[in-house]
């Protein structure tokens, strides 16, 4: 069974935010809650410093904090694929994996100031414009099919008081033909599989495949370009790698260093 695997090449990132939009558009979440975030810093002094930008999903850790402080086990490490997951019926919104995570990638829309919110300026709060009915916390005017929902995997709409994340999009990639070393987005047979983030990238920054798989584009990039996890003194071991080769960003070893945009 695969390890599936991200990595992001810092060197070609825009900053376009086009994998936040179809993150978005794919997991139904609330705008101003992105599961996939392009964050931004800046590097040198003035007058030659430098913004730079780094984008950040959840790393699907291998030894993940959130896991282990779940007092549910909602929360979870699927072995099939290393994703990390949370099943949305025993989840009961403590929160605790959201202080445990190193990262800052996990989301309880319920508190959360949305755009246009109340506490977020001006304009309509949107889950009031699109109100949720039953357990739903909202419902999004591009809202994928009921028969995706799939809460063991906390897939479709979040229901209320509960916690949520990225899922490297499993209800793509869980499907994937067994053995297969890469998720190409540009291999016909394979494109439906690929993240959202992935699959909509326009500078092919990132890639997503079998990290156990030493012939696998991800893995041999990490290899020759010296991919690097964020924050690796925690102990997680992220299944997202940075590249930073060239000239462009370095990964930023704090999180004082990241201003969210
Ligand atoms: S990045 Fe955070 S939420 Fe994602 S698996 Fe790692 S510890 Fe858990
Ligand atoms: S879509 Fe690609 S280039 Fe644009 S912000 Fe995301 S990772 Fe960077």
């Given at each position: 069974?695969?390890?599936w695997?991200?990595?992001?090449?810092?060197?070609?990132?825009?900053?376009?935010?086009?994998?936040?939009?179809?993150?978005?558009?794919?997991?139904?979440?609330?705008?101003?809650?992105?599961?996939?975030?392009?964050?931004?810093?800046?590097?040198?002094?003035?007058?030659?410093?430098?913004?730079?930008?780094f984008?950040?999903?959840?790393?699907h850790?291998?030894?993940?904090?959130?896991?282990?402080?779940c007092p549910?086990?909602?929360?979870?490490k699927?072995?099939?694929g290393?994703?990390?997951?949370?099943?949305w019926?025993?989840?009961?919104?403590?929160?605790?994996c959201?202080?445990a995570?190193?990262?800052?990638?996990?989301?309880?829309?319920?508190?959360k100031?949305v755009?246009?919110?109340?506490?977020?300026?001006?304009?309509?709060?949107?889950?009031?414009?699109f109100p949720?009915?039953?357990?739903?916390?909202w419902?999004?005017p591009?809202?994928?099919?009921?028969?995706?929902?799939?809460?063991v995997?906390?897939?479709g709409?979040?229901?209320?008081g509960?916690?949520?994340k990225?899922?490297?999009?499993?209800h793509?990639?869980?499907k994937?033909?067994?053995?297969?070393?890469d998720?190409?987005?540009?291999d016909?047979a394979?494109?439906?599989?690929?993240?959202?983030c992935?699959?909509t990238?326009?500078?092919?920054?990132?890639?997503?495949?079998?990290l156990?798989?030493?012939e696998?584009?991800?893995?041999?990039?990490?290899a020759?370009?010296?991919?690097?996890?964020?924050k690796?003194?925690?102990?997680?071991k992220?299944?997202?790698?940075?590249?930073?080769?060239?000239?462009?960003?370095?990964?930023?070893?704090?999180r004082?260093?990241?201003?969210k945009?």
């Amino acid at each position: 069974m695969a390890k599936w695997g991200m990595v992001i090449d810092l060197d070609k990132c825009t900053g376009c935010q086009a994998c936040t939009t179809a993150c978005a558009m794919e997991n139904n979440r609330l705008p101003g809650e992105n599961w996939q975030d392009v964050l931004f810093y800046t590097e040198g002094t003035y007058p030659s410093a430098q913004l730079k930008w780094f984008p950040r999903p959840c790393f699907h850790c291998e030894d993940p904090s959130c896991v282990h402080v779940c007092p549910t086990k909602a929360t979870y490490k699927d072995p099939n694929g290393g994703f990390v997951l949370i099943d949305w019926n025993k989840c009961i919104g403590c929160k605790y994996c959201m202080i445990a995570c190193p990262y800052g990638v996990r989301f309880y829309t319920d508190e959360k100031p949305v755009v246009g919110g109340p506490t977020g300026g001006p304009g309509p709060d949107i889950r009031e414009v699109f109100p949720g009915d039953g357990k739903r916390s909202w419902n999004p005017p591009w809202r994928a099919p009921d028969a995706r929902d799939d809460w063991v995997h906390g897939v479709g709409i979040q229901p209320k008081g509960v916690v949520s994340k990225c899922t490297f999009c499993y209800h793509k990639v869980s499907k994937a033909p067994p053995g297969t070393p890469d998720l190409d987005e540009d291999d016909p047979a394979l494109k439906e599989y690929v993240p959202a983030c992935v699959r909509t990238c326009p500078p092919k920054a990132r890639y997503f495949g079998d990290l156990d798989n030493p012939e696998s584009r991800v893995s041999k990039l990490i290899a020759d370009k010296r991919g690097v996890r964020l924050k690796d003194e925690t102990g997680n071991k992220p299944q997202v790698y940075y590249l930073s080769g060239g000239a462009g960003p370095a990964v930023p070893s704090t999180r004082e260093t990241v201003k969210k945009t």
